[in-house]
C-alpha cells in the first residue's frame, strides 16, 4: 500500500477563484501549505474521480515545478488512478484542455497565472478543469472556496519527487504518473481542422510571418506547428523559449507588451502577418501588413471565414462572446441566422453552449478566441484559422478587414484600463455608478447619445439554469454605441478597472477613423458618468488596447 499521509493544516481566507483560477503572487503561493490546501480542496469539491485519470501541466512560470510536485503527491493521496503530465511538467492550456478530453480524464490542473507576468515576485496561479476540458463552472468553484476556508487536513502520498523531464511512465504510490510529449496530440489535433498542405503552400510562395512567443509556452508548439510542421521559415518563430519569469517581460499579448511586433507589422518592409501569443498560449494577438486586427473583429472575421478550414466546412452552429466584446459577430450572426449569445467574462461561461453544440465559435475582446475543438480559447488555433483563410481567399489581412467592414459595418471598440486602483475606490466608484443606472434611460448626452438601456449584467445560462450576476455595468445607447465598466478577475493587487467602448458605424458608413479618435466622445462621458479621473487620481489608463 502506498504511504499516504493525512497531514494537518490551518486554512487560508483569501482562496477565492476568479475569472480562471486562483491567482496571487508567488509568495502568497510559498506559504506553508498554500498549494496544498487550495488542491485539496478541489478534490473535497469533487466526486467520483477514484482511480480516475488527471491530466497536470503549467506554463512554465516560476514556482510551476514546486508546485506540480505537490499536485501529484496529493493526486495520489486522494486515490486518483493516473495523473499525465507534460514533460518538465509543460502544457498550454489549449493542449491540456484537449488532453483531457483525449484520453477522457477525470479532469485536470492547470498551473498557470496566464498573461500575468511571473518570477519570483511575479504572479502564481491554478485552475481546476472538468472532464470536458473546460474550466470549472462556479458551482465547483464557489464550492472548493467554501472548503479552503473550513480546511483542517490534506492527503498526500509520500514519495520523492517525479522525474518529469523524460517521456514514460512511473509510479507515486499506487498512481501511475505518465509523462507525456506536450505538443504531440496538440499538433495533430490542428492538422485535422486546418488544411495544412494550403498554408504550407503559402508559406512556401513567400508568405513572410513573425510568431513572437514571447518567452512563453507556446514557443514549443509554434516551432513545430509552424516551422517543422508547415514550413515557415526558421527564425519565424522569436521569444520561443519558455522561461520562468518570460524574459522579464509582460506576457500579454496586446500593443503595450507585443508593441515591437506591432512596429514591425507597420514598417515598410514588415512580413505580411504577426502574432503572439500570451503566458499559457491561449491568447492571441493578429497584426497584418498596416492593419491592427482588434480581437474582436477578430472573431467576427473568424466566424464569418471559418467554413474556408476543412475542420469546420460543414458551416458553424453559433457563436458566443463575452458581454464586454464588440457586437461585430452579432452582425455576422445576425446575417448568417446563426444563434448568437452573450455571457459573462471568462471562458467557463462558454462551456454549456459549446458542449450542447449550440455554437461553435466563441470570444473574448481581451484576445481570447476558440471553438468547439476544446473548451479553451486556444491561440495558435485562431493563428493557424487566420492562416488557413489568408491562404485560401488569396487576400492580405487589410483586405479581409476592409471587406469584411463593407459587408457587416465596422464596431470601432478600444478598452482602458485602469490598473492597481485603490480598491476600495474601485468598489465605490462601480457601486455610485449602479445606483444611477435606473436614472439614466432616455436621457441624452453630447446631443447625440441617448440611452437606451442601463443595467449591471446577469446571465442566465440557457443550458443548465444558472444565474450569474454583477457581471459588469452596461450602458447602451440607440446608435448601437455602449460603455462596459468591470472590475477585473484576474488581478492581484489593488484593483483593474476595465472600461469598455464601442461604437458601430454602418457598411456604408466611415471605416478609416482612428480607433481612439471614434471614441474620444464615449470616453469623456464614461469619465463625466463614473468620475474615473476624480476618484482615482489618474489622467489617463494604464493600458489601452
Ligand atoms: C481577463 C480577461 C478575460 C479572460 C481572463 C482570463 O479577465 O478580461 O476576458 O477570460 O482574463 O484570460 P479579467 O477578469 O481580468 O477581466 V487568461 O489568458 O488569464 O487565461
Ligand atoms: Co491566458
New binding site residues.
Partial sequence: MANIKSIKTTPYQDQKP???GLRKRVPVFQQPNYVENFVQSIFDSLEGFEGQTLVIGGDGRYYNDVAIQKAIKIAAGNGFGKVMVGRDGLLS?PAASHIIRHYKAFGGLVLSA??NPGGPDGDFGIKYNIGNGGPAPEKITDAAFARTKVIDSYKMVEAPDVALGHIGTQRVGDMVVEVIDPVADYAALMETLFDFTAIRALFASGFRMRFDAMHAITGPYAHRILEEMLGAPEGTVINGTPSQDFGGGHPDPNLVYAKDLYDLLMSPDGPDFGAAS?G?G??NLIIGKNRFVTPSDSLAILAANAALAPGYATGIAGIAR?MPTSAAADKVAEKRGLEMHETP???KFFGNLLDAGRVTICG?E?A?TGSNHVREKDGLWAVLLWLNILAARKQSVDEIVRDHWQTYGRNYYTRHDYEEVDAAVANTLMDDLRAKLPGLVGQSFDDDLTVAYADDFTYHDPVDGSTSSKQGIRIGFTDGSRIVF?L????TVGA?L?LYLERYEAADGRHDLDTQTALEPLVGLADRLAGIRERTGRQSPSVIT
Avoid: F, K
Wanted: net charge negative; aromatic share 4%; charged share 30%.
Fill in positions: 476568479g475569472t480562471s492550456t496566464s498573461h500570451d499559457d491561449d491568447r463575452s467574462t471568462g471562458w473574448e481581451s481570447g468591470r477585473s478577475g484576474t488581478g483593474t476595465r
